[in-house]
Nanobody, 129 residues
Framework: QLQLVESGGGLVQPGGSLRLSCAASGFNLDNYVIGWFRQAPGKEREGVSCISSRDGSTYYVDSVKGRFTISRDNAKNAVNLQMNSLKPEDTAVYYC??????????????????????WGQGTLVTVSS
């Protein structure tokens, strides 16, 4: 059974940092393109950051560029999202997802997908003073 489990969410003050982790079981993340998505209350889900399986190329939505960093931890079969300089508008449930690279011609395309092969259950990030 293919499974993704997110961790690392929580409450943080504006300007603070959090590190989210997405751990896989039942499959090897090396062979998949991975994305972090978020959904805030009353808003549509958006792709935040994605990382390729082929060459490690990355994509970030404009609102998080320079603040978030996506990376692979192959030893742990996981993908991390380091979030710095957090803002109240970053408050959302964050989900990771995995999909076959053959379905996405670019890493940005993964961040626009609606039906990846595997979704995690989500972790809540709240940025508030």
């Amino acid at each position: 059974q293919l499974q993704l489990v997110e961790s690392g969410g929580g409450l943080v003050q504006p300007g603070g940092s959090l590190r989210l982790s997405c751990a896989a079981s039942g499959f090897n993340l090396d062979n998949y393109v991975i994305g972090w998505f978020r959904q805030a209350p009353g808003k549509e889900r958006e792709g935040v950051s994605c990382i390729s399986s082929r060459d490690g190329s990355t994509y970030y939505v404009d609102s998080v560029k320079g603040r978030f960093t996506i990376s692979r931890d192959n030893a742990k079969n996981a993908v991390n999202l380091q979030m710095n300089s957090l803002k109240p508008e970053d408050t959302a449930v964050y989900y990771c997802a995995a999909d076959r690279p053959a379905w996405h011609s670019t890493v940005q395309a993964m961040c626009n997908t609606q039906y990846p092969e595997v979704w995690g259950q989500g972790t809540l990030v709240t940025v508030s003073s």
